[in-house]
T-cell receptor
């Protein structure tokens, strides 16, 4: 059974720091991996999706990498800002099952960027 | 932009009431999902649907049912609400193709008293 782990559960950094959020998964047979952001009391916003054949994806100050063989993904945030404060979740889609397969989510990392 | 909307942001119901949560997406997505999110437990899948009138149980279907009569609409039904169903409920949708990126609605905070 696929398990997705995000450690630490919470992180506090000063504004301006470059930071890396980690996501690990136990079964490397994945179709893709998706990073989400969630603000308190709100739904999830999709940030980046990496297909299993890709190594990384970039959007603005965000860069997500994927190393399937080691079961790891990282979300890199450049020059962090207080507005980046939120919970970041990763989720993997397994191979097989076609479009009916379900995502497995990590529990998220709550990031606080101090002004 | 993909838009997923949910019928209510906040809902307060009494124990034993029948509760309907509705979700609508505007991107002609084949797949739709209902999750609940609780502190310390993360996101848990209740039900999902991969086509109109088709549904499959997720990890925690007990006490819930779903309905998908039209492609754009997916309803979650609590047959007899209980206090342990107090939670944040999140709806999501995705295409059935290769990309399969999930998009979420804003969530419904349900309190059962």
């Amino acid at each position: 059974k696929q398990e997705v782990t995000q450690i630490p559960a919470a992180l506090s950094v000063p504004e301006g720091e470059n930071l890396v959020l980690n996501c690990s998964f136990t079964d490397s047979a994945i179709y893709n991996l998706q990073w989400f952001r969630q603000d308190p009391g709100k739904g999830l916003t999709s940030l980046l999706l990496i297909q299993s054949s890709q190594r990384e994806q970039t959007s603005g100050r965000l860069n997500a990498s994927l190393d399937k063989s080691s079961g790891r993904s990282t979300l890199y945030i450049a020059a962090s800002q207080p507005g980046d404060s939120a919970t970041y979740l990763c989720a993997v889609r397994p191979k097989g099952g076609g479009a009916n397969s379900k995502l497995t989510f990590g529990k998220g990392i709550t990031l606080s960027v101090r002004p | 932009d993909v838009k997923v909307t949910q019928s209510s942001r906040y809902l307060v119901k009494r124990t034993g009431e029948k509760v309907f949560l509705e979700c609508v997406q505007d991107m002609d997505h084949e797949n739709m999902f209902w999750y609940r999110q609780d502190p310390g437990l993360g996101l848990r899948l209740i039900y999902f649907s991969y086509d109109v009138k088709m549904k499959e149980k997720g990890d925690i279907p007990e006490g819930y049912s779903v309905s998908r009569e039209k492609k754009e609409r997916f309803s979650l039904i609590l047959e007899s609400a209980s206090t342990n169903q107090t939670s944040m409920y999140l709806c999501a949708s995705s295409s059935g193709g290769q990309v399969y990126e999930q998009y979420f609605g804003p969530g419904t905070r349900l309190t059962v008293t």
